[in-house]
């Protein structure tokens, strides 16, 4: 445990060749695949436009964007609840830094809007408490090699934003492991507030029903605009 | 903002002048007091116990605790609320890490148990937002100096369990800012599941009414035992 490197992963997976280019920086308009179990991380310069799109409409995207001159800044959840008064982020709302800097805007969803800031990254201890006797892909994990293979490090593993994941919040404080009430094909849309590096990944989960009841994980779909 | 210092405050206070000893180490049974507006951190070895309590009953207590072998291990409220299922902590609930490890477990409680685990500390930044026109003293703050003062740096500053902070969350996702429910003299026990730094601020939130409707910010007590 002494000097341990939070930017590396505990294991390697495809996201070490699902690269949009060496650097991040994307083809604009060009349509890229998030593979099914991988992360991508792409640049966003300011005013740029990230799509990711839902094909089957039961697939988890953890979700994050870090300062592209400091990724020591980077969006936080917690500072985001303190923003808005509210767990949920809706059309319109700011996605704040640690230091409390506007990174995106969420600024369109066909979704029904059921995304999760509570619930952690899946990480590869995470899989071994549910029973998994071997390695499994994992979303920290996924994070790490998406920075590493365009030439960054994650400082930490943020709370991630998780599209699409179903964890409906009680009055009582509980909360509760749902399917995603997504459609196929339907998308949301984040503009850039400063150049940022956002970080996808198609959330492995196949043990609980975070990506839907049949657990079966799926690509994701993304497209980079000019604003 | 290049080679930004996450373990570097904005600001100092009071909290420099306020540590237990040079290493953290407490003398076991000594009544301590987190100066109003200060920080301390203190060594818990595994086993021990930490008790916090609120004379007022109105302070909150910004609360984090570290692996003392490694600080990029430390309470993470995300993977508490993933491990627990639930936002709100409750007596016997443990308190795990970002690497699903118990660093603590909460083990008794005589406040009506109304702990935040959604909000960030409150920084610089926030109360350049709230309007202070000066550097306010604030709990990120706290909690570096704290660490720095015992020899110890903060890789980052973590969500925190903010003890006695009363955020309710509405079935829509929406929070609020309410006033603390505990009363004057109640206590909150951890027990530590391996060594770890623990650290409380208390909070200097005079702007919002996070320390009770006159916002007042007061000091708060705790004391050390073995278990």
Known sequence: ???????????????????????????IAERYTVPARSGVAVYLATGQTL???????????????????????YMSMSHVHTDLLSVFPKVGDS?????????LTLT?????GVHDTTIAACDANRYKQLGVPHYHENCADN???????IGQKAPLVPAPFNLWMNVPVAPDGSL??????????????????MP???????????????????????ALEFVVHEG
């Open 143 to 149: 994070l790490r090699q998406a920075l590493l293979v």
């Open 1 to 27: 445990m002494q000097n341990f490197d939070p930017s590396q992963p505990d294991g390697f997976n495809q996201t070490m060749d699902s690269s949009v280019s060496a650097d991040g920086l994307p083809i």
């Open 51 to 73: 799509t990711i799109t839902n094909p089957t409409g039961w697939q988890v995207c953890d979700f994050w964007a870090f300062n592209a001159a400091e990724l020591h800044e």
């Open 108 to 112: 369109q969803d066909s979704s029904p």
């Open 176 to 193: 509760a492991w749902a399917a995603p009430v997504s459609k196929p094909g339907e998308a949301i849309t984040f503009k850039a507030e």
């Open 196 to 218: 940022v590096y956002a970080v996808m990944s198609a959330c492995p989960q196949d043990v609980t029903p975070v990506n839907g009841d049949e657990g079966q994980p799926s």
């Open 95 to 103: 996605l704040v830094s640690n230091l409390r800097n506007p990174l």
